[in-house]
């Protein structure tokens, strides 16, 4: 049949509209492998979420997601890398209190802004942090050891200036009236040896990472930052339960993408993570670490957007109590 001029003009105007489209357009999400980008070495908490939850992940997606380790520069190096990638949903953020929530308090040039640049997916795990102390101790509990800090030097060692567990340990001094003395070190990791040798009174940390520890005898928490007991360590109570109203603190990591990246990709991400999150093995396998599960809304991209947002301000203040600004 002879195709009119008038549909003929409208088909080639047309045409470099239908150019422009994206790559969604054209193709059901996603056709190849997605990259997962960790912002810190290997064998860290966010590195042991990215391989543990991009497994059912991308058994729910039908393509590979390989993982991709960009360190540096407390994690702002990789979050940079994703927040200037492409908004394809190929290329993702394992997000964390670091780049996401202090580092921009700390750090004087981001190149990214960690509230405009990404578009969240959602929250992956929750990892409680800790006030842990050597056995030698004489402190049984948090409010012994808040008076003990009175009389006598108690140091505490967090993973580092402006880590997320220093930021804790800052609001613990406030809400406590504690005279705790900060000592940071270069990781939760670095501070063990001196923590089991007694050379720290004790530490901030997470529990994932004080756990392993607990059952030498060297070392015993003395209060969780968390709105419930760890089913890890039933006896150990909140440090809500000991008097220090509402204060709860956690290293979090969930996965994000670069902003503009369009809805209905994130859509899909997103069912693929709360999936993921909802079998009983990976249930298990965050358990056994220490953390707890995250709640559902907390799963999803508005509510982790959310929950990015109201960390980013309860850091804000923090900071100013541990008198830290940018450099």
């Known amino acids: 049949m002879p195709i009119s001029r008038r549909t003929f003009m409208t088909a080639a105007a047309a045409a470099p509209l239908v150019s422009l489209l994206p790559r969604a357009a054209f193709a059901a999400y996603p056709d190849r492998t997605i990259r997962l980008v960790v912002p810190f070495a290997a064998g860290g908490n966010a590195d042991f979420v990215a391989r543990v939850a991009s497994d059912p992940m991308q058994k729910a997606l039908g393509q590979p997601i390989v993982v991709d380790y960009r360190t540096g520069a407390g994690g702002s190096l990789g979050a940079d890398l994703v927040a200037h990638a492409a908004a394809d949903g190929y ?53 012994e050891l808040v008076a003990l800090s009175k009389t006598k030097p108690v140091n ?26 900060h000592v940071p070190y270069r990781g939760g990791g670095a501070l063990i040896p001196d923590l089991l040798s007694g050379s720290i009174t004790g530490a901030m940390t997470e529990l994932s990472t004080a756990l392993p520890q607990v059952g030498g005898g060297k070392v015993r928490v003395l209060g969780v930052a968390w709105s419930k007991r760890s ?17 709860t ?15 209905e990709i994130v859509k899909t991400l997103e069912a693929a993570l709360i999936k993921a999150l909802n079998e009983k093995d990976l249930q298990d396998k965050m358990l056994k670490s220490g953390a707890e599960l995250v709640p559902d809304d907390l799963m999803t991209s508005q509510g982790f957007a959310d ?11 923090a900071a100013k109590l541990a008198g830290l600004t940018p450099t």
């Not at 402006?162 to 809400?175: E, F, K, Q, W």
């Open 231 to 247: 089913p890890q360590i039933p006896n150990v109570p909140t440090m809500i339960e000991q008097g220090v109203k509402d204060f």
């Open 307 to 317: 929950y990015i947002k109201k960390e980013f301000d309860l850091t804000r203040e």
């Open 156 to 181: 505490i060692g967090t993973s580092g200036a402006g880590s997320a567990s220093h930021m804790t340990l800052a609001r613990l001094n406030a809400a406590t009236g504690a005279n705790f003395t």
């Open 91 to 143: 290329t993702l953020l394992t997000g964390s209190n670091g780049p996401l929530t202090v580092n921009p308090f700390v750090q004087a040039k981001l190149g990214y802004d960690p509230l405009k640049d990404f578009v969240a997916i959602g929250l992956a795990n929750l990892a409680p942090h800790c006030i842990v102390v050597n056995a030698e101790v004489p402190a049984k509990n948090l409010p």
């Open 249 to 263: 603190a956690a290293s979090y990591v969930g996965f994000l993408a670069p902003a503009g990246t369009p809805p």
